[in-house]
C-alpha cells in the first residue's frame, strides 16, 4: 500500500522532527546550566547565584525527563495494543484508583450499570492502564487546580459493545481545540499565549489502542457544567 507507507513516512519525519526540537531546548538548558555551574565554583560565584542556576538546572531536567517518557509510553502502545487479551470490568475500579494515587488526584469515582457488571472488553491490563493514565494526566493537565474530580462510567451498549466514558470537572474546549486532541503532533492553547507543553501524542495514542481492537472514541463536553468527556466504545 503506496498510501500508507507515504503517509507512515511522513509521521516518522514529523515524530524525528519533534523529538528534535522539543528534547534539545530542555538539554541544551541543562547542559549549559551545569556548565556555568562548574566554572562558576572556581570563580567564587555566590553560593545564592549557583543555588539558583541549579534550580533552573532541575526544572530542565524534570521537562526533559517527563517529555521522554511521554515518548517510551507511546512506544509501548505498540506491544500492548495488539494484544487480544480480555480484561473484566469489575477489574477497572482498582486500576482506576491505583492511577489516582500516583498522580495525586482526588479518588475516581466508578459506576458500572447492573447490565454491563459481567462483561469484559477486549484489552490487555497493561493497555487498559496506558489509556487511563493518560486521560487521568490530561484531566490533571488541563483542570483550573491540577486537582481534578473523575469519573468512570461504565454501560452496556448491545452485546458486542459498551460505553466506557471518563468524566472530569475541569474546563470546556472548543470544537477546534476538542478536534486537535485526537489529532497526532497537534497541541492545544489552553489559555491566550500560552500552549500547553507536551508532544501531542496522548489521545492520538489512546485512538490507536482503540483503533486495533475495533473501538471508537470521542471527546465533548460535559452537559452539567464545566469538563470534558471521553467516550469509548
Excluded: W
Excluded at 538546572?57 to 517518557?69: E, F, K, N, T
Excluded at 497493561?126 to 491540577?146: D, G, Q, R, V, Y
Excluded at 492553547?189 to 489512546?206: D, H, N, Q, T
Aim: charged letters at 20%; aromatic letters at 6%.
Amino acid at each position: 500500500n503506496v498510501s500508507a507507507a507515504v503517509n507512515t513516512d511522513q509521521d516518522f519525519k514529523k515524530f524525528h522532527y519533534l523529538i528534535s526540537h522539543k528534547l534539545n531546548t530542555p538539554l541544551n538548558a541543562v547542559y549549559g546550566l551545569l556548565e556555568l555551574m562548574h566554572t562558576s565554583v572556581d570563580e567564587g560565584v555566590p553560593q545564592a547565584q549557583v543555588k539558583e542556576m541549579a534550580q533552573l538546572a532541575l526544572v530542565g531536567a524534570g521537562r526533559l525527563r517527563s517529555d521522554v517518557q511521554n515518548i517510551l509510553q507511546y512506544l509501548r502502545v505498540s506491544s500492548a495494543a495488539p494484544r487480544r487479551e480480555r480484561l473484566e470490568l469489575v477489574h477497572v475500579s482498582a486500576i482506576a484508583t491505583e492511577i489516582s494515587k500516583e498522580l495525586q488526584i482526588k479518588p475516581a469515582v466508578v459506576r458500572i450499570a447492573a447490565a454491563a457488571h459481567n462483561r469484559c472488553v477486549v484489552f490487555s491490563k497493561l493497555a487498559f492502564e496506558l489509556i487511563l493514565m493518560e486521560l487521568f494526566e490530561n484531566s490533571k493537565k488541563f483542570h483550573p487546580t491540577h486537582d481534578p474530580q473523575v469519573k468512570i462510567v461504565i454501560s452496556k451498549i448491545d452485546e458486542d459493545s459498551v460505553s466506557i466514558k471518563v468524566i472530569d470537572d475541569g474546563l470546556h474546549l472548543s470544537v477546534e481545540q476538542r478536534a486537535a486532541l485526537v489529532e497526532p503532533y497537534q497541541q492545544i492553547e489552553v489559555s491566550p499565549g500560552e500552549e500547553e507543553r507536551g508532544f501531542g501524542l496522548g489521545l492520538p495514542m489512546v485512538v490507536s489502542i482503540l483503533q486495533g481492537v475495533g473501538g471508537d472514541l470521542n471527546v465533548y463536553n460535559s452537559p452539567d457544567g464545566p469538563g470534558l468527556i471521553v467516550e469509548m466504545v
